[in-house]
């Protein structure tokens, strides 16, 4: 059985607004095992599309290798627009070393809640991905209950927006449920009847260009 630790702290700092909230990184990070192109940060595999879209979003022109200049890119960036990094999951452990949240078992989440209660600026959790077995979203519904709280639906169209709030406080949480920066997530996206549409209007539309779409409106503003 391979024990698969969550390899960052979570990225935060006070002046931080919104946080990214995913699940764990692929086992090489745990085992510092990075290909050429891997980031060692938050989010860095070469596989992973979620620096890219955000390239493509804010016109980053970011450093895509195993360099301390590509980790203080995105570190200066997350730092510059109040964004924080706070992955729910601290680690699972799996029999096939493998990235599939699926995959996962005996998970030990982290105290996103507190996290966001020691952290008073923040107001938005970016989940990256929704609420099917294992993702961020499922896994914070989990952890929700351990607080007695509940998520209201403020709307049910993708990508689903909720909200809750915080014992204690008048403080309101808006949750934003991204369709999940990874391949992955490509056929679900090939499904969407909104992708057909702009995908037949433009036959050089992708999946990526859907997620920048997507995106940009939960970043930027």
Request: glycine content about 4%; proline content about 5%; hydrophobic content about 40%.
């Amino acid at each position: 059985m391979f024990l698969h630790t969550h390899p960052y702290e979570p990225f935060l700092f006070q002046e931080a607004k919104k946080l990214i909230v995913g699940t764990l990184p692929p086992p090489r990070f745990t085992l510092n095992e990075l290909k050429a192109e891997d980031v060692d940060f938050c989010y860095g595999s070469k596989n992973g599309q979620l620096w890219p879209i955000l390239d493509k979003i804010f016109d980053l022109r970011l450093t895509f290798k195993t360099t301390e200049v590509a980790i203080q890119e995105r570190k200066d960036f997350l730092l510059k627009h109040k964004i924080g990094v706070c992955d729910i999951v601290a680690s699972a452990e799996r029999i096939k070393i493998d990235a599939s949240d699926l995959g996962m078992q005996n998970i030990i989440l982290r105290d996103l809640v507190g996290y966001i209660k020691k952290y008073k600026n923040v107001d938005t959790l970016l989940f990256t991905g929704g609420n099917s077995k294992n993702g961020p979203e499922y896994f914070f519904r989990k952890h929700l209950k351990k607080y007695q709280i509940k998520l209201e639906v403020v709307s049910d169209m993708v990508p689903r927006i909720h909200q809750f709030t915080l014992p204690e406080s008048d403080r309101i949480i808006k949750t934003v449920s991204l369709t999940a920066p990874s391949g992955a997530a490509n056929r679900a996206i090939g499904s969407m009847p909104l992708y057909k549409k702009l995908k037949n209007e433009n036959p050089r539309f992708n999946t990526i260009d859907f997620r920048v779409m997507q995106y940009q409106e939960f970043f930027k503003s």
